[in-house]
């Protein structure tokens, strides 16, 4: 019987297929809890690829970070077999969906993104090009003013950058 040991309603759940806004998650509410997602993304930067040698063994990586149309972008790496099957497929400025990564808590002395999260890929991850899909290649957070930057702490073990906007009234 369907509706449980209450009684309740007697039709089985009906499943309805994502819709085009509900399909993809926003990068700023990705979570380590997740198994499961799915985000729409542009490739803003990839890295060259790095290789490495030490007593664990050898292998290859590369980075990529990634924006979505809320303006938060991720950073996402690729290790040995991952490096082999996307580094050619990814490019920068095309956008593409992208699940079957893992999350884990980005390392602000490596990652300067907006995200708190970090992105792993393997060669099993699912991304597929997404023609129709536009995302605005970069997004800016220009600070107020310059007296704003002065007064910033400077954290030694993060890069930090900001934007800003300005025009050079004088020179000299």
Avoid at 38 to 49: F, G, H, P, Y
Wanted: charged share 20%.
């Amino acid at each position: 019987a369907y509706g449980g040991a209450r009684g309740g309603g007697s039709a089985p759940i009906v499943r309805s297929a994502p819709t085009s806004s509900t399909m993809y998650t926003q990068i700023a509410d990705l979570n380590l809890y997740q198994s499961r997602w799915t985000i729409l993304a542009s490739v803003t930067n990839k890295s060259q690829i790095r290789t490495w040698s030490n007593a664990k063994g050898e292998g290859s990586l590369f980075s990529v970070e990634l924006l979505d149309n809320s303006g938060t972008d991720i950073r996402g790496t690729f290790f040995k077999e991952g490096v082999d099957r996307w580094y050619d497929y990814l490019v920068e400025g095309k956008t593409y969906s992208f699940s079957g990564g893992r999350l884990k808590v980005a390392n602000a002395k490596y990652n300067n993104c907006k995200s708190q999260h970090e992105i792993t890929f393997d060669q099993n991850s699912e991304i597929k090009l997404q023609e129709e899909a536009k995302i605005q290649a970069s997004v800016f957070d220009f600070v107020e003013n310059i007296a704003f930057i002065e007064s910033m702490r400077i954290d030694p073990e993060r890069y930090q950058t900001v934007d800003i906007l300005a025009y050079v009234v004088s020179v000299g």
